[in-house]
Nanobody
Framework: QVRLAESGGGLAQAGGSLRLSCAASGRTFSDYVIGWFRQAPGKEREFVTAIDWDDGYTSYSDSVKGRFTVSRDNAKNTVSLQMNSLEPEDTAVYYC???????????????????WGQGTQVTVSS
């Protein structure tokens, strides 16, 4: 059983930065894809970024490309999301999620993920 726990959310001003972490317990991330999603009030859950744990391949949504960076730390079994140049539109609850690597499924589809964290609130003020 994989358990995920996000941390690092909070309040930032537009143009500022925050760093989120996703810590796993129960197993290692080998052979898994770790995704970050976000959900703003009244909106659907939205793909942000994903990283393949084994080869480090990453993908980003167009809305965060060039501003957000996802990375992994094998020793700590942790995935981090560095968020720079934050915009008010980035305000949402951010979730990390995990699924076994499988090319039949899209990294961007939240229904393909089996495990989810509880989420962490990010609020960006203008």
């Amino acid at each position: 059983q994989v358990r995920l726990a996000e941390s690092g959310g909070g309040l930032a001003q537009a143009g500022g930065s925050l760093r989120l972490s996703c810590a796993a317990s129960g197993r290692t991330f080998s052979d898994y894809v770790i995704g970050w999603f976000r959900q703003a009030p009244g909106k659907e859950r939205e793909f942000v970024t994903a990283i393949d744990w084994d080869d480090g391949y990453t993908s980003y949504s167009d809305s965060v490309k060039g501003r957000f960076t996802v990375s992994r730390d094998n020793a700590k079994n942790t995935v981090s999301l560095q968020m720079n140049s934050l915009e008010p539109e980035d305000t949402a609850v951010y979730y990390c999620a995990a699924r076994q690597s499988d090319l039949r499924y899209s990294d961007r589809d939240p229904t393909s993920y089996h495990y989810w964290g509880q989420g962490t609130q990010v609020t960006v003020s203008s």
